[in-house]
């Protein structure tokens, strides 16, 4: 799947970001620059695959 | 998916304000020191937060629109970065004098001047309440500056809704 970042902006001002295509935290950098330049994140909600590729290292640790 | 963020806009880039003042029509007006509102504060009205009463229609460049008297202060934040204020009264349904357009160089807005035109409903229908679509379109006009330098490409899609995205292919 493609990487991509979605930026959604509302006709009240405020914006919605959000990564699809990235496994684990790997969209925090890109979409951090992005966030950074717009102004001041003030809500974040975790995705499920978040944390999918923590989980991958723990099983093959363990 | 990874997560969604939810952003309040800080404006800081005046080249983006500019362009998105040009995508809905208006243009910037750099230096511009003032900008058309009722000309005072009475009673209730909103007055725009971070802002100085006594501060009101001073500015550090102002967006005008054609046809429109009132218009809009980009007012600079002790923190750094910018923000909008405007005066949303006046128009058709609430009593605004409607005359032939003088302007400040006759004297400036003044609430007893009947040749002044109280407008601001044309302008919150051209930038949104609260200047909401104008800080949509800079916020769009940003990601894109952003993305290009970058070399991202970015695709433009508008949702049924009317709201727009920037959909940017990380490589």
Not at chain 1, 8 to 31: A, H, L, V, Y
Not at chain 2, 108 to 116: L, S
């Amino acid at each position: 799947m493609n990487k991509e970042i979605v930026i959604t902006f509302n006709k009240d001002g405020t914006i919605e970001s959000e990564g699809n295509g990235f496994k684990g935290p790997e969209c925090d950098k890109f979409m951090a620059e992005f966030e950074k330049a717009l102004g001041k994140e003030t809500k974040r909600v975790k995705k499920p695959d978040w944390n999918q590729r923590g989980q991958i290292q723990q099983r093959a640790g363990a | 998916m990874s997560h969604i963020s939810t952003i309040e806009v800080c404006i800081t880039d005046l080249d983006a304000l500019e362009s998105a003042v040009k995508a809905l029509g208006g243009r910037l007006v750099r230096g511009k020191k003032t900008y058309n509102w009722y000309g005072e504060v009475v009673n209730s009205r909103r007055t725009p937060k971070n802002i100085d009463k006594s501060k009101l229609g001073t500015c550090e460049h102002a967006i005008e629109f054609p046809g429109i008297n009132y218009s809009i202060g980009v007012v600079p934040m002790a923190g750094g970065g910018f923000t909008l204020a405007m005066d949303s009264w006046g128009g058709n349904n609430d009593g605004g004098a409607f005359s032939i357009y003088h302007g400040p160089q006759y004297g400036g807005p003044h609430r007893h001047d009947r040749d002044w035109i109280h407008d601001g409903v044309a302008l919150e229908q051209k930038v949104g309440k609260d200047c909401g679509l104008l800080v949509a379109h800079y916020g769009y006009a940003k990601t894109v500056k952003l993305a290009q330098r970058r070399g991202l490409p970015v695709r433009k899609a508008v949702l049924p809704d009317g709201r727009v995205q920037a959909r940017i292919q990380v490589r």
